[in-house]
């Protein structure tokens, strides 16, 4: 009888470890997504729970959850989630920092401070007060990589 009971065990926390996903800023998409080695973007773990999913691998009642490491993900797309991925009321989607870590997804690109200088463009600075001219700064954005500035 304690053989079973620790097998029903073992299963149930099988079962419930097998739709946690982490993400973290210093981990590696290539990882399996554990809390030992996690995936890097939010792409792979969103992948993983619908992989399971259609293979039936997350059962009604169990929560599929993505958990996110603190640190900043700096996104360069936007991450989608589709009506599947929510799942159902009895077994949700559910994406959450760990614990009580501060997690920041941002959609900018940081530019670091060095990368500034005082502004230079003559026809720019002429429509300021001349007061603020010279606080006005300046970034060459093509020098550091940015070619997509969207659409003005």
């Known amino acids: 009888m304690k053989s079973l009971l620790s097998l029903v065990l073992c299963a149930l926390v099988s079962s419930a ?18 809390l030992d080695k996690p995936f890097r973007t939010l792409e792979p773990a969103r992948n993983r ?3 399971l999913r259609a293979k039936g691998g997350i059962a009604s009642g ?4 993505i958990w996110l490491r603190g640190g900043t993900d700096a996104r360069v797309r936007t991450f989608e ?3 599947a991925d929510a ?20 959609g ?3 530019l670091p401070v060095t990368a500034f200088r005082s502004a230079r ?12 001219r010279p606080f006005v700064v300046e970034a060459d954005l ?9 659409t003005h």
């Open 108 to 110: 900018g690109v940081p």
């Open 62 to 65: 169990d929560t599929a959850t």
């Open 81 to 83: 989630l589709g009506k």
């Open 87 to 106: 799942g159902t009321p009895d077994a949700p989607l559910v994406v959450s920092a760990y614990g009580n870590e501060i997690v920041r997804l941002s």
């Open 142 to 150: 093509r020098a550091l990589g940015i070619r997509d500035f969207g």
């Open 17 to 34: 470890n097998a739709a946690d996903f982490y993400v973290s800023p210093a981990g590696n998409d290539k990882n399996p997504g554990t």
């Open 121 to 132: 463009a003559p026809a720019a600075l002429q429509r300021l007060p001349a007061s603020s």
């Open 49 to 51: 729970v619908r992989s």
